[in-house]
């Protein structure tokens, strides 16, 4: 699987939950805490292209999946791939 970028913050639980979903099925990731590098969710909306209201918000490669539940469903549809 291409590498997952969750944009985020430590004190949010469905960020913290995404995470743990990347680190125990050892997906590759990159965690952007927006707190810690001083991001809006302007920032955020920015880079993805679209507005943001919630976060995580996080791309699989280039590719914009969404947020937390929509992940978790990601994952589920892709299955097969992360079993290689």
């Known amino acids: 699987m291409e590498q997952v970028t969750i944009y985020g913050r430590s004190s949010c639980g469905f960020c913290v939950r995404a995470r743990d979903l990347c680190e125990t099925r050892n997906i590759p990731y990159v965690w952007v805490d927006m707190i810690e590098k001083g991001m809006s969710k302007q920032d955020i909306a920015d880079k ?4 943001v209201h919630t976060v995580p918000q996080i791309l699989v490669g280039d590719r914009y999946v969404g947020g937390f539940d929509q ?14």
């Open 71 to 84: 992940f978790q469903a990601y994952l589920r549809q892709h299955e097969a791939e992360l079993a290689r």
């Open 48 to 51: 993805i292209g679209r507005p």
